[in-house]
Each structure stands twice: as C-alpha cells, then as structure tokens.
C-alpha cells in the first residue's frame, strides 16, 4: 500500500522527501520555532574548531547532502525546505543517515560516514546548542496578553487596597439575626458555613431565632477554579439581596419575595487570581399571611462544567477587597510559539482593548471616581481632585511617573476639551489604556532600573501592574537591583492568588490541558461516565497540582510518585477501592485526599489525564505517548503526515490495543516517529480507556513493557507506569522540559534570551533545591530581571529635558 | 385624508385581515409580497405613547373640571395645560378595581397598567396582606412587544423607561412597568446614564476619535527607542490605530453632515448636550425632571422608540418641593385630612408642578415638527397623565387621574370624560386598540366583559 503511495508521489519531490526524507525522521516541534532556535543563518560558521571527525563529516555533508539540506541544513527550496534542527541524539542521528541517507541510495553513507555527518550536523546546526550560537534568541516586544489585561485592569481598580492572601480558611462568615433588620442585639449566631444549601421548612435557622422573622447575612469572598464564564444560580424561597465583586455591587436584587419566583441565575465571566468580594443578605419576612418554607441554595455552573452547590473549596470566610473583572470578550493569544504572548495586533485585539479600556472607565466613573471624592471631601477644588484621581490611575497604568507633557497630554488637554466629570474620565482613562506605555510593558526602557525591574516582576509573577505595595515600595528604595533583593520581594509574593493562578495556567499547558476539553466514553461500555463525572475527575486532578506546588515542600518530583488523589464522592463511587477518602467526607466541601495506594502514580495515573488521552471506547497508547515525549519529556514529535483513523478493535477482536497500535503503526515510515511514541504509550497499558486499573484486556495479560532514548542517547528500560513515575521524575529530559516550560509562561520570552546558560543554571538550582517548584518561580524572576538590573544606565527619549 | 380617517383606515385594515383569519405575516405570503405591508406602513403615520406617573393622588376638587364635554373648564391643578387645552382629555370615573394581595399604594402603582392582581410575597405595606410583583405584563411593555413584532414599527429601542428621583430599591413601590409576570422594569433615573444608552456608542466614538491622535503621537515616540525588529510590532499596530481613526472621522463627518438620512431628521440625530455634573439630590429635581425630558423629546425625535414611560418618583414618593417653598414630604402631606388647609394648598401646588411637567413634555412635541411626517411631535403622541391614587387621604382607586395630552392614539381632543365607574382595564385595552393592536382583554378578563371604552375616538 504505501508503496503505491511513494509512486504516486515521487513526481512531487519535495511531498516524497517529506514522507521519507531524514528532516520526517527527526521530528521538529509542531510550533515555530523561537528566533535563535529557527533558521540558521547560513553564513554563520561553528563556533569551535571542528575535530577530524567532525571535517570529515563536513565533507561528506558538503558533497553528499547539502543539496537537498542547505549548505547550513538550512533546507533547499524546491527539495528539502525545513531546516534541520531537533533534540535526537548524535546516536540516533547516526543511525537514521546509516539506514536512509541519502535518499534513495543509503548504501552511499553507512557506518563511519554516517557517524561523522552526524557528529558534524549536530554540532553545526542540528543540536539545540548549535541553534541558540547560531541565532541567539533576543527578548522580543510583546503586548499585554489577555490574562494580563484584565489581571492589570482589575489591579488598576483596587489601587492601593490590600488584596487578600491564601490563608487556607473556608467557607463562609454567617450571622444569624432574630428579625428580619440584622439589628446587631437580635444578632444571635456567628460562625463560618461550609457553603450555602439550606432548607428549614417553616422551622428556626439557629437557636433563639423566631422561624417566622430571621435573618442571615453570608459574608466573604468567592474564589473560581479557572477564568472563564460562570452562571451563579441562587434558589430562594426568601427576600435576598446578593453582591459580588464590590461592597455595594447588586448582583442579583431578590428584595421582594413574590409568588413562586424562586431561582435567580446570571453569568459573570470571572477571572482566576482574583477573590470577588460576596455578600448575600437573606430575610425570612414577618408577615401577616403564612411564611413559606424558608430555602437558599448558592450554586452555579463553571466553564466546562456541571451544576453543582459552590463548595467550600471556592468561599473564603474572610471578606476581600473590592475588585473588577471586565467583561468585554477578548480574543485569544497567539500560541505560535507553544505559549501565550502578545506578539500579534489584529483590529480584533485593537476594538477589544478599546471596548475593555471603555468598560473599565465607565465603572471607574461609576464605582471609583465616587469613593475618591468622599475621601477628598472639601480639601480639593473639584477639578483639582478629578485630576489628582486621574493622575494616580494613569500613572500606575502607564507604569510612569507622568512627566509635564504627558500630564498635559493625556489629562489636563482632555479635561479642557470636557467639562462633565464622567465623560473627562472616560477621555483621560481611554487615551492612558490606549497607549503603548499600557499596552506595551516593555517600552519603559527611559524609567530608572527599579522601576524597570518592579514592571517586569509584576508582570513575571503576577500578569499584572506594580500597583502592589510591596514591589512598589522596594521600587522606590531602589531595593530591587540585586539577586537577593529580587528573590526576597519575589518569595513574598508566594501566597498571593494572581501567582497561584498563574502558576495553574503554566501546570495546564505542561499537561496540555486546555486539549482534552471534551471526555466522553460509549455509554455501553462505561455506563455511569458522564459529565458530572469528568467535571470532579478535572478538578481532582487540578487540586492535586495544586497541592504538589502549594505543600510545604513544593517537592516536582510528587507529580509522579506521589500515591494519594483528591477523590470526591463520584470519583469513589465510579473508581471503587483506591479512591475512598482518607476521612469522613466534610459537609459542603466537594473534594477529599484518597486513602494512600500504590496504584497512585501522582498525575500520571490521574483517571482525568488516562480517560482524556484515550478513546471513547479504548486506550490509546499513540496519545498517551505523544503526551509523555512531547509534554513531559519535552522533546519533539512531528505530527503525522497524514491523519489516520484508528484501527477499529471490532475489526481485530483477537488483538490487544497493543497489538492492534503495532499493527497499524508498522510500516518503516511511521516507526521514525512510532517507534518512539508507542514505546512510551505501551506503558500506560495497564490503565483502560477511563484510567482504571485492569491486568487484562480481553482475557490476555497486559503488556507494559516499553523503552526511552534520551536526548543523550541512553537507552531506558520501562516496565509499566511505576517505572515512567520514577523515570519522570528525575530524568533530565523531563525536568529540563518542566523548567523551561516554567521559564516561558511566566516570562513569555525564551529562556535562552537571558543568556546561553539560563536554563543550565536554573535546572542545577532546582535540583540543588530538591526541586522545589516554588523556588523555581522565585529562580526565573531572578534570572528573568538580571538583564535589566546588570545593563548599563536607563536611556533617555530624544529630545527630553534632563 | 386626516388623521382620524387614517387610523380607521388602519384599523379597519387589520379588521379585514382579522376577519379573513390571518395575521399579518400570513397575510403578506397570501399576496405574495412582502414588501406590500411595509409600504403600506410607511405611508401610515408614527403612533406614539408616554405614560406619565406622579404619585400620593391628587386634591380633586381642584383637578376634575366641573362639566363635561367639549365646554370643560381647567381647574388651578390643570391650569399649565391651558395653552393646550384643545388637545387635552380628561377621564372621570376609571377605577382601579384590582383586589387581592398588597396595600393601596401597592396595588395603586403596581395594578396601574398591569391591571391585574400582585402575587402573594412578603412585602408588608400599612395595612392588608402581603404581596409581591405583578402578576402579568404592564400595557407599555405589551405594546412595545407588538410593535417591535412588525418591521414597520420596529425601534432601536422600542420603549424607554426613564424615571425621575426613583429610590434605589427594587419593590413594588418602585416599580409600574413590568416585562411579565414577576418581571419589573427597573427605570433609569439617572440622565448621564440615559444619555448613555441612547447615545453611549456615538459618544465613545466621538472621545476615541480624539484621543486617538495623541495617542499614536506616544506610538511614533517609543518607536525610536526599539530595535529594528521590534519595530514593526508597533508600526503595525499604529497603521491599525491610523486606519481606525480615519474611519472614526468620516463616520463622524457623514454623521455631521446627516447623510443617508431623510432631510429633515437630520437634526434629530445630533447628539444632545446636557448640563454637566448635575446630581442625583432632592433639590436638583426640576433639573432632572427638565433633562429626562429632553432626553425623551430627542429619542422621539431620532425615532429610537414609540412608548415610554416616565415615573416622577415613586409610590409614596417623598420628594420636597423646597423650590415651591414646602419643606414637608409629598407622602407625609398627603395623609393629611382636607381640613388640614395649610396641607391642602401645598398638594394643590405640588399637583400644579406635576402638571407644569407634562406641559413641558406637550410643548416640548407641539413645537417640534413630525420628523418625515405631517404636523407636530404632538399630533402624533399622547401623553398618558396618571397617579397611583384617586385621592391621598383615602387612598381611593376610584376616579384614578387620567389626563390626556396629543393626538397619538387618535382620540378627539379638548374634551373632559365621566365614564361613571368602570374598571381601568378597559382603558388599558382601548389604548391597545388605538395604538393598532386590539386585544380581547388585558390583565384581568374579569374586568374586560365590557371590551374598550366607546366614545373617545
């Protein structure tokens, strides 16, 4: 058959060459790659002398090879156009040339030679190393990013206000009130609930309360697993009064209890890093006709998932500072190069950015622009006070002092030109969110370093502004020019929730989580699998990141070794014996640790992961390995030439999943990257297509055998799961990969950029710290900064006095 | 062809269709085409409806004219309308008759055009059980729905509900307009957010157009400071921003110069000015009163709806009319007895200066031509002038106050009704019939046996 094929192609040359050609055989990473990493320039020689081996290679390239590749393995246009670049060893490389190069006529390199062209390419241009000499990567201008611009914009709005920390409280303060007016003598009851869910009839609440005349205030703060739309449904048979997001912020207005209105729902799109200030206020009225049974229920649906009772996990009793989250749709990053960065405009972004700077001026006028003048009350005139009020805003939002004319530009000249109050905020915070200095952190380059520094921490670690007191203040005591100023100023940021989420959002693209959105398995074959089901399984697997960087030891290694879950009561139902909880189950909190088990692999064998990298009704050892080479052990796999449908197990009943993948998987083209693929796949084997244990499959043992060659060339042998958890978690590949991984989405520039030996210098710190991931974060600020703490003096804009 | 014959026309076309047993979208299939009914519209004239409320009912002695018919006198209350006294109509003898849950204030603004029963809820007013919202639609919503149901009377907005001084509580004190069952329209009161909805957008684009400019200057500036490379991240965004403010500006010039609209709308198009920084406090209330109106002239005008309404504070209303020189609450003088003479005379002028208002809003249209179309803004709306109450000290809806203003809803003018003692829906329901959309019953059927009111057209 796919002789047929190569026929059929070969009056294509450049398709023939891409099936079989030694650039399919290497495997290049699906995304672009980073400038430094991409093209060699091809009048750029190696830096070293090349030993006999390595000219004796060069030669043979040079006759041999460098009309098809480039004479720098550049590619050749109208023959083999990719360059040739990837992470194989000199082994492997040697070994792929000694079997099919050149092209047609591999008997003309064999052996020796191909060991020398190897040897050659590889230090060349080949290797990652030769890549970065070649084209050192630079720090490139980027955009605020989506999550940036709303983190920043609802920093802007609590400017000066202390957010709240983690401090592992849960639920919700309640007060109970005798009456229905909270007068605080009738206050009868204080004490913090799970989460809200009741139902008392016609009955008392609490003790020393009337059942026909109470009332209870729920106060403290609502906390989101992911950014995204959420619809909030309250069901009430009472009078409520419900705020989010600010003191004095209506969410939903239920003051007049009336027939049999009894469920409220309205979507907000909140963003994670953030606790929205929540304030729900519930009367029981006296009244002259009978009190219906008095019910609350505080429920809602997450993106991607079920209707469920908020639960502990997401109330905090202690009450936050107010906050915003914009509302305005904002269109999606680029991902071109396998992380979130603002390196594109499009009119799309353009009108977004204008309709999110719009929204946040008009709730400024409407929320902040209020509280500034009752706290400046009488001490300014009111023009004086509207532009020390716009001033701070702009000032914090274009990360600047505003010198004489961009106080003159971007407030005095659009006061003069307005003179409502609203419409003169709206013209000053519109041309501030609509400048570079917002949009484009990078352009700071005329500040003092300090400041300089303060705008990248902010934005490393929190994807926001320096509008946080303490990188401000360390700002101006110039105490941000060291190693260990930056480390400290950094460490204190561990606790904050704009950190934590970043930190969420690094851990779900080192999954790729974001592409396993949609689990659903043959009903048949796994009744009981359903959509409430895959929601619990996402977020045991969320909490358990979450508590492998959260825990004290913020140990890397226990994403793979450690053996309990976070189970909820579904998961243990459906998963049976290893998913029981380790406690009673907590009133009002949805997920609780496992008992301890050996089948637990951290999150290798998280069901979540194994039922989302499988089908609908088998495994599939081809995603499974997949996610292991390219996520886990970062290294590059070529997408298929082709799609493939896979084999249907109806079609072979006597074959194993394993055997059928072999099968298919068989001819010589698909092994260059199959080879690898399935050898890591098979080892997930023992786990079925919604992540549960089994030792057979259709009454034959399970095979989990299987192999790695690491990027130096060694030869790993792999038996089954536990063997992958305690290869992962100490490998070099796999922790390489995790720390750049790190290393990119909070700085969202390439490591190498930093210096040809940032990324050696920070995989050596963490494994010298035990690999602890939170000081990993704290490590790439550090690295992230020294470029701008060790330059030379701040520049200056042409034509600026002093 | 005047006016009255045009809405008989109208009328008597529906009456057709209606006889046939087809609605109008079946009835365009029928002939085949659409744009057959359309043109037909377009040569029917805008109808247009403002309900206005003012609350704690009125002093009637000095409200009712003494006669009826066409020879009716302008008592002290009505007196501001005396320059328009031909295109009044007053109506006697339309009792709010709702029953059930909720006090008379309640029942009073919340039945008023809805007129049907509040649910069973826990809002406790003075006396009488407990009640929440209304049981069904209020007849400004349905009417909106009905004209925003056909092509040829849809608006951008359909109706607008503005409010004056409303307090900031949702209750059934607060609330006359209802979208359904348990579905209060909140009122805005605030003009700057008026304004902001029906002009936001244009505004936005006004302040981005000139802002923009000093912005790509800071664009340019940065520019220099970069590399070569990083260069064209900004210069692409800047060739954006460019294309965008060029945009902007002929938008804004073709706005200016009123193309692609009739010649004489060209005006009702412009975005009105309001006076700046005005707030929202007891003593600013003639202002606010002024700007609201405005506002509803200009949306008029620009055609952004055909119904509105208008709710000068609210059920047991409290504002002070120190401007009139009362210091006392509305609400609080009108429990007052009528011996009280001092409380008396200062609910006649209170009255006087409700009434003051709608005779704005009735000049205001008088003096405005019909945009693309014949006579005054007037000859085309009615002013629909009523209260929560008949009388304050009783709280009688018996003889609720129903004044009339303008030519909208096609009645003959300049004329003072009794109609005895009959239930207001079949106002409600004769206002649905002229404004082209009869209807067999509206609220309570149970009132409605008796179908519209005869004798106003």
Known sequence: ?802 | MNRRQRVLEAQSRREFMKRLGIGAAAANLLWGLPSLARAAAAGRRKQRVVFVFSPNGVIPQHFWPDKTGTEFDLKRILQPLADLKSQVITLHGICNRIKGDGDGHMRGIGCLLTGIELFPGDIQGGSDTPAGWSMGISVDQHLKNQLQADPATRTRFGSLEFGVMVPDRADTWTRWSYAGPNQPVAPIDDPYKMFDKLYGQTKNREILASVLDDVTADFERVRDLLSQEDRQLLEHHVELVRGIEKELQSELEHKQRGEGQPAQSTESHLVPELPPNIEEENDNMPLLTRMQMDLLVNSFMADFARIATFQITNSVGQPRMRWLGIDEGHHTLSHEPDSNEDAYEKLIQINTWYCEQVAYLAKRLAETPEPGGEGSMLDNTTIIWTNELGKGNSHTRDNIPFVLVGGGLGFKTGVAHDFGKVPHNRLLMTICQAMGHPTESFGNPDYCTDGPLTGLA
């Open chain 1, 1 to 802: 058959m796919w002789k047929l094929r190569m026929r059929k192609r070969v009056t294509n040359i450049r398709n023939a060459i891409g099936i079989w050609g030694l650039y399919a055989a290497l495997a290049v990473p699906i995304v672009a790659q980073e400038p430094g990493t991409g093209t060699p320039e091809p009048t750029l020689p190696p830096a070293a002398p090349l030993s006999a081996l390595q000219q004796r290679g060069a030669e043979i390239y040079r006759d041999q090879c460098a009309d098809c590749h480039g004479a720098h393995g550049e590619g050749a246009e109208g023959a083999y156009e990719d360059p040739l670049i990837g992470d194989e060893s000199i082994g492997q490389l040697a070994a792929r040339i000694d079997k099919t190069m050149p092209e047609g006529s591999p008997e003309d390199c064999r052996g020796e030679d191909a060991r020398a062209v190897a040897e050659y390419i590889y230090e060349a241009f080949y290797s990652e190393a030769a890549q970065i000499r070649n084209r050192p990567p630079r720090v490139m201008l980027t955009h605020l990013t989506t999550a940036q611009l709303r983190q920043s914009l609802a920093d802007l709005y609590s400017l000066g206000a202390t957010l709240p920390r983690e401090t592992g409280n849960r639920g919700l303060s309640a007060r109970y009130y005798n009456g229905d007016r909270r007068k605080e003598e009738e206050l009868k009851l204080e004490r913090v609930d799970p989460t809200i869910d009741f139902d008392w009839q016609r009955n008392s609440p609490v003790e020393g309360v009337d059942a026909d005349s109470f009332s209870i205030e729920w106060n403290g703060g609502l906390m989101v697993p992911r950014s995204g739309r959420y619809e909030i449904i309250v069901r009430s048979t009472c009078s409520f009064l419900f705020y989010l997001g600010a003191s004095d912020r209506e969410f939903i207005n239920n003051h007049v209890q009336s027939g049999n209105k009894t469920e409220f729902r309205r979507s907000i799109y909140l963003i994670d890093g953030r606790v929205y200030p929540l304030r729900i206020e519930f009367r029981q009225r006296k009244r002259k006709t009978e009190i219906p049974p008095a019910r609350i229920q505080l429920a809602w649906v997450p993106p991607q998932g079920v209707e469920q009772t908020i639960p502990a996990e997401y109330l905090v009793p202690e009450r936050p500072t107010d906050t915003l989250a914009i509302q305005t749709p904002l269109p999606p990053d680029d991902r071109s190069y396998g992380y979130e960065r603002g390196i594109g405009v499009s009119r799309e972004w353009e009108e977004a950015t204008t309709a999110a700077a719009i929204e946040f001026a008009e709730v400024a006028i409407e929320e902040l622009w209020p509280e500034y003048r009752r706290r400046h009350r009488g001490r300014d005139q009111p023009r004086a006070a509207l532009r020390g009020f716009l001033q701070q805003l702009l000032e914090a939002a274009m990360r600047r002092p505003l010198t004489d004319e961009l106080q003159e530009r971007y407030i005095d000249k659009q006061l003069a030109a307005e003179p409502d109050d609203g419409e003169a905020i709206k013209r000053c915070l519109l041309a501030g969110l609509k400048s570079p200095y917002f949009l484009y952190p990078d352009v700071d380059l005329d500040q003092p370093k300090s400041a300089r520094v303060a705008n990248r921490l902010a934005l490393i670690l929190l994807d926001s502004l320096p509008a946080d007191g303490r990188i401000r203040a360390a700002a101006q005591k110039n105490k941000l020019l060291t190693d260990d100023e930056v480390r400290q100023v950094a460490s204190a940021y561990l606790d904050d929730h704009r950190l934590r989420s970043k930190t969420r959002g690094m851990l779900r693209g080192w999954l790729n989580l974001e592409h396993i959105a949609d689990i659903r398995k043959d009903e048949e074959l796994f009744p009981g699998f359903d959509q409430a089901l895959v929601a619990d399984l996402r977020m045991s697997l969320e909490q358990l990141l979450d508590e492998v960087v959260w825990q004290p030891e913020s140990d890397y290694r226990q994403f793979f070794t450690l053996n309990q879950g976070i189970t909820t009561r579904r998961i243990a139902e459906y998963y049976g014996e290893d998913w029981r909880p380790a406690g009673p189950w907590r009133r009002g909190y949805w997920t609780e640790p496992t008992v301890p088990s050996p089948k637990h692999l951290g999150l290798l064998t998280h069901p979540y992961l194994l039922s989302g990298l499988a089908y609908h009704d088998s495994t599939s050892p081809i995603h499974r390995g997949v996610f292991l080479i390219r996520y886990m052990l970062g290294r590059t796999i070529r997408p298929p030439a082709d799609a493939f449908a896979p084999l249907s197990p109806d079609l072979h009943p006597d074959l194993t999943t394993r055997e059928r993948v072999e099968l298919q998987t068989s001819p010589e083209f698909c092994q260059s990257c199959h080879e690898k693929i399935n050898a890591l796949g098979f080892t997930l084997e023992n786990y079925d297509a919604v992540g549960r244990f089994r030792e057979l499959e259709r009454g034959k043992p399970i095979d989990p055998r299987g192999r790695y060659v690491t990027r130096d060339g060694r030869e790993i042998e792999l038996q089954g799961a536990a063997d992958v958890a305690r290869f992962l978690a100490e490998s070099d590949d796999a922790v390489y990969a995790f720390v750049k991984r790190a290393f990119q989405h909070f700085v969202k520039q390439p490591p190498a950029a930093f210096g040809a030996d940032t990324m050696d210098r920070l995989v050596q710190h963490f494994r010298d710290s035990g690999y602890n991931i939170q000081e990993l974060i704290v490590e790439i600020a550090v690295e992230a900064t020294r470029p701008i703490r060790t330059a030379a003096e701040q520049i200056a804009f042409q034509g600026d006095p002093g």
